[in-house]
């Protein structure tokens, strides 16, 4: 069965700070990645798609690489602003269906 | 295009009541997911449809829990009777294809059953 897990769980960072949010998954037999973003109340907004083709994606300030070999998956935020503060979630793709991971909750401060 | 509309937003209800969560998807999208989010377990898929016909619904908790998908443009998610573990948020998504294409969620509907 899938595990995903993302590390850390919390993270609480200054301003202008590159961050990096960890995912790993136990089986590499994966399609695609999603990241996610969720804020309090909200629903979940997309935020990158990796191919199981490609290896990284880009849009902005935000950077989603992909390792099926090690299992892996990080999304870079660079120069954070208190506006990026929300739980952001990483998703696997099993066939149609999206396996989440458990989230990391961003606080960016002034 | 308005994107995934989920109704209500907010149920309260008593132990034993039916609830009837309604999802309109995105106009031409094919797939149709239904989400349940706990704090304890997370974000788990309950079942999907692809062209209105349901494809997998093993994460259907159990049998008080049941999904239609009558037309393209709308789906209901039913629990009869509903118990207190059922609180949680549920959300709805839509995409236009499979794995290829990025899945478009709903607000959600937060459910507490008292």
């Known amino acids: 069965k899938q595990e995903v897990t993302q590390i850390p769980a919390a993270l609480s960072v200054p301003e202008g700070e590159n961050l990096v949010l960890n995912c790993s998954f136990t089986?590499?037999?994966?399609?695609?990645l999603q990241w996610f973003r969720q804020d309090p109340g909200k629903g979940l907004t997309s935020l990158l798609l990796?191919?199981?083709?490609?290896r990284e994606q880009t849009s902005g300030r935000l950077n989603a690489s992909l390792d099926k070999s090690s299992g892996r998956s990080t999304l870079y935020i660079a120069a954070s602003q208190p506006g990026d503060s929300a739980t952001y979630l990483c998703?696997?793709?099993?066939?149609?269906?999206?396996?989440f991971g458990t989230g990391t909750r961003l606080q960016v401060f002034p | 295009d308005a994107g995934v509309i989920q109704s209500p937003r907010h149920e309260v209800t008593e132990m034993g009541q039916e609830v009837t969560l309604r999802c309109k998807p995105i106009?031409?999208?094919?797939?149709l997911f239904w989400y349940r989010q706990t704090m304890m377990r997370g974000l788990e898929l309950l079942i999907y449809?692809?062209?209105?016909?349901?494809?997998?619904d093993s994460g259907m908790p159990e049998d008080r829990f049941s999904a239609k998908m009558p037309n393209a443009s709308f789906s209901t998610l039913k629990i009869q009777p509903s118990e207190p573990r059922d609180s949680a948020v549920y959300f709805c998504?839509?995409?236009?294809?499979?794995?290829?294409?990025?899945?478009?969620f709903g607000a959600g509907t937060r459910l507490s059953v008292l």
């Open positions: 998504a839509s995409s236009p294809s499979g794995t290829s294409h990025i899945q478009y």
């Open positions: 089986d590499s037999a994966i399609y695609n």
């Open positions: 990796i191919q199981s083709s490609q």
């Open positions: 998703a696997f793709y099993n066939t149609d269906k999206l396996i």
């Open positions: 106009s031409g999208h094919d797939y």
């Open positions: 449809f692809n062209n209105n016909v349901p494809i997998d």
